[in-house]
T-cell receptor
Framework: GAVVSQHPSRVICKSGTSVKIECRSLDFQATTMFWYRQFPKKSLMLMATSNEGSKATYEQGVEKDKFLINHASLTLSTLTVTSAHPEDSSFYIC??????????FGSGTRLTVV | GNSVTQMEGPVTLSEEAFLTINCTYTATGYPSLFWYVQYPGEGLQLLLKATKADDKGSNKGFEATYRKETTSFHLEKGSVQVSDSAVYFCALLTEYGNKLVFGAGTILRVKS
């Protein structure tokens, strides 16, 4: 079946630095990917929709200059958290549309900003 | 707007007990409905889905029936196992959209 690989699974960074998270579709082409943020004991909050070859569409309230999304190829989307602060610590998950009503999720990235 | 409401957890059961996690939705048209499961420290996995009214999704002993008259998609399992301990998310996809709308998630804890 369709597999989405997300890397890294865990990252710890210092406050003020930037962190890049990658999301790759391994055996299919993903023209659309989604990025979510999950707070402890909370549901998934959709941050943005990433479309290959065009600018991402951000949900209301999400700072696009802070959460940079690049979808340069049909198999790779990246989320860069710029100038990270402790409040950006969270679990980030990507997903890709696999056709019809199919969505495949990455395994998530636990970001801790110290 | 579109929304999904799930029963609050955590739900704590003994092994082999019967499980029900309630899910109701609000949406225009005819959405597709999903249950996803998230094990600790992992992403989400599709558990089952139903794309039209009266459809029953099933997988790994879990079942859910798309009830349009009650706008519900309750998750059931006849006999839970410790390995079923996870967070369960109900979600919908609107007829003409491409964004999943998730419920808040329900933590299930199964004790041996």
């Amino acid at each position: 079946g369709a597999v989405v690989s997300q890397h890294p699974s865990r990252v710890i960074c210092k406050s003020g630095t930037s962190v890049k998270i990658e999301c790759r579709s391994l055996d299919f082409q993903a023209t659309t990917m989604f990025w979510y943020r999950q707070f402890p004991k909370k549901s998934l909050m959709l941050m943005a929709t990433s479309n290959e070859g065009s600018k991402a569409t951000y949900e209301q309230g999400v700072e696009k200059d802070k959460f940079l999304i690049n979808h340069a190829s049909l198999t790779l989307s990246t989320l860069t958290v710029t100038s990270a602060h402790p409040e950006d610590s969270s679990f980030y998950i990507c997903s890709a549309v696999t056709g019809g009503t199919g969505y495949t999720f990455g395994s998530g990235t636990r970001l801790t900003v110290v | 707007g579109n929304s999904v409401t799930q029963m609050e957890g955590p739900v704590t059961l003994s092994e082999e007990a019967f499980l029900t996690i309630n899910c109701t939705y609000t949406a225009t048209g005819y959405p597709s409905l999903f249950w996803y499961v998230q094990y600790p420290g992992e992403g989400l996995q599709l558990l089952l889905k139903a794309t039209k009214a009266d459809d029953k999704g099933s997988n790994k002993g879990f079942e859910a029936t798309y009830r349009k008259e009650t706008t519900s998609f309750h998750l059931e399992k006849g006999s839970v196992q410790v390995s079923d301990s996870a967070v369960y998310f109900c979600a919908l996809l609107t007829e003409y959209g491409n964004k999943l709308v998730f419920g808040a998630g329900t933590i299930l804890r199964v004790k041996s």
